[in-house]
Every structure is written in structure tokens, then in C-alpha cells.
């Protein structure tokens, strides 16, 4: 697996899944995470470590705000609604944008520092 860092740092390595159903037991992000990671297919996880230091900027939320439609609207209140807690607790507004960071990855592969590194779930 690859890892995406920022830096030599800390490397949090967190699996984030979402499934609606949650009488499922398998319906769960531990076991989501768990069939991810014991797949064979090649993976790359960018880490919290990573989203968190890209935060998005108050110009970022206005010229979200200025797109139509409800999931412009959508976007800007989760912005607002993370980026004030942000502020609150680390002093500035900068909610995380971890989708993003993928996709700059998809888009240039030299923006981000990829490691080999591994892990894995407990469930």
C-alpha cells in the first residue's frame, strides 16, 4: 500500500467508511475498512494527518456559496458548520477537505509524497 504524507510526521491511519444500514453487522465502517484492506487490489490512503493540514479558506467557501443549486448549498453549510469549529478549537477557519485532496492526487501525482507503508483494521 502506499501512503500519502505531508511530511515525516505523524502518519494517522484511519479507515473511513459509510454504509446506511445499521442492522447490518457487516454493514460497518471497521468491516468496510477490513474488506478495503484485505483486498488485492493496489490501494493508496491519504491520512488525516494529510487532509487536515488542507483546509479550505473563507475565499474558498464564498465562491461556494456563489455556485446554484442545493448542493452548492450543501457544501457551504458542512464548510461553515466544520470551519467554525475549527476556528473555535485550533483558531482557524479551515475545515478539511479530504475528498479533495484525492482528487488533486488523480489529477497530479507529484502534489503529494507517496511511502510504502501498511495497515490494517481491527473489527
Avoid at 92 to 117: K, N
Amino acid at each position: 500500500m502506499q501512503i500519502a504524507k505531508a511530511d515525516a510526521g505523524d502518519l494517522l491511519q484511519l479507515a473511513e467508511g459509510a454504509f446506511a444500514r445499521e442492522r447490518d453487522p457487516w454493514a460497518n465502517a471497521a468491516n468496510a475498512a477490513a474488506l478495503v484492506f484485505e483486498s488485492e487490489l493496489p490501494k493508496t490512503m491519504i491520512g488525516l494527518n494529510l487532509t487536515h493540514q488542507a483546509g479550505a479558506t473563507r475565499e474558498v467557501l464564498e465562491r461556494v456559496q456563489a455556485l446554484p443549486g442545493a448542493p452548492a448549498r450543501a457544501v457551504a453549510d458542512w464548510m461553515v458548520f466544520f470551519g467554525s469549529r475549527y476556528e473555535r478549537v485550533f483558531g482557524r477557519f479551515a475545515p478539511p477537505v479530504h475528498d479533495p485532496c484525492t482528487v488533486a492526487l488523480l489529477i497530479d501525482p507529484e502534489v503529494m509524497t507517496l511511502t510504502a507503508g501498511r495497515s490494517g483494521t481491527a473489527t
